[in-house]
């Protein structure tokens, strides 16, 4: 009898040890948190270079503190509040007259106090009216005591301010080293006297193109803007340059631009005048526009890339 009991109790343990195990399977079980999704993985290769993309703005023959300067600074301005502008290449005759510390303030740094205040750098060439060893060293115009110099406000694009009152062959042979090596897509020349013109007072300066040119096409600069005259020109492109003519941002010579000109794709001499301009990439567009606010010129053009020979461009 006590073994029949043994093995009866088993069983019953056994059978509810087996229902237990059946109810337990049948409960739901909780929720495994899910895997995570594979995160994407950032890219390491270099990101594709940055188009050159550039605005600056343009002053000729400036220097005379009156109202038309001052009208012009003033436009100059409001057009800086819609093209915010970096900085400002002047053409040189920046100072007529005297040139002690209140003739910079009455004739640079009042017209164009707004602009200053605004932290816009100006930069400075020498025109025939300016004294060489005062501007120089004058601070405002960035030009670092030298009558010649270069600078790059941005990767692919390099100015060179000259002082065409005086090209020696130091100053030739300096601006030969700086092309060559200037490794800048974009190469813009700045200065006062221009090596083509349509005006019936001054015209093209022969000599200085005869030395200058050959040397601008063989090392491929793009733009050249020159003052002097007291109007605004545009050329039509010679050998791949483009050129401009804007010397009437405080003076005028109006009428003595010569009607039919061969060089002219557009004259304005019939009001004072500034420019703008903008670089995206190997494009340039430009506005130009008169003290009454009218744009009178406008365009793009992109630089051209230029493989020419030694003798291409002897003359």
């Known amino acids: 009898m006590k073994s029949r009991r043994s093995t009866l109790r088993f ?6 040890l087996a229902a ?27 990101a594709a270079p940055q188009k050159p993309e550039l605005k600056f703005a ?20 409001e057009t800086r509040a819609t093209f915010p502008f970096e900085f400002v290449i002047m053409l040189g005759d920046n100072m007529y007259g005297g040139e002690s510390a209140r003739d910079f303030q009455n004739k640079f740094e009042k017209p164009y106090a707004a602009l200053l205040s605004a932290g816009v750098k100006f930069y400075a060439a020498l025109g025939n009216h300016d004294v060489p060893d005062k501007q120089i060293a004058y601070k405002l115009f960035n030009m670092g ?17 000259l002082d065409s009152n005086y090209m020696d062959k130091k100053q030739l042979d300096w601006l030969e080293g700086e092309l060559k090596n200037s490794g800048s897509e974009w190469k813009i020349l700045f200065f006062h006297h221009p090596l083509y013109s349509s005006g019936e007072k001054h015209g093209p300066s022969l000599e200085l193109r005869k030395v200058l040119e050959p040397m601008l096409i063989k ?7 020159a003052g002097h005259e007291h109007f605004y020109e545009r050329i039509k492109p010679q050998n791949n340059i483009q050129y401009f003519i804007l010397g009437s941002s405080a003076k005028l010579r109006s009428d003595s ?17 500034y420019m703008v301009a903008e670089i995206v990439g190997d494009e340039m567009s430009f506005q130009t526009i008169s003290r009454a606010g009218k744009i009178v010129d406008s365009g793009k053009f992109k630089r051209v890339e230029r493989k020419v020979s030694n003798q291409e461009v002897k003359q």
């Not at 343009?58 to 301005?77: F, M, N, S, V």
């Not at 090392?219 to 803007?225: E, L, R, S």
Request: glycine share 12%; proline share 11%; hydrophobic share 35%.
């Open 11 to 16: 069983g019953f343990l056994g059978l509810l």
């Open 20 to 46: 237990l195990v059946n109810v337990h399977a049948q409960q739901p079980r909780p929720a495994q948190p899910a895997t995570p999704a594979p995160q994407p993985q950032l890219s390491t290769s270099p």
């Open 58 to 77: 343009i002053l000729g023959d400036t220097g005379t503190g009156g109202k038309p300067q001052i009208e012009i600074g003033q436009k100059l301005a």
């Open 145 to 161: 005591g030298q009558r010649y110099y270069t600078f790059k406000p941005q990767d692919g694009v390099r100015f060179f301010a």
């Open 219 to 225: 090392n491929g600069v793009d733009v050249v803007f």
């Open 257 to 273: 631009i010569t009607p039919n000109s061969s060089f002219t794709a557009k004259g304005f001499d019939s009001d004072n005048a």
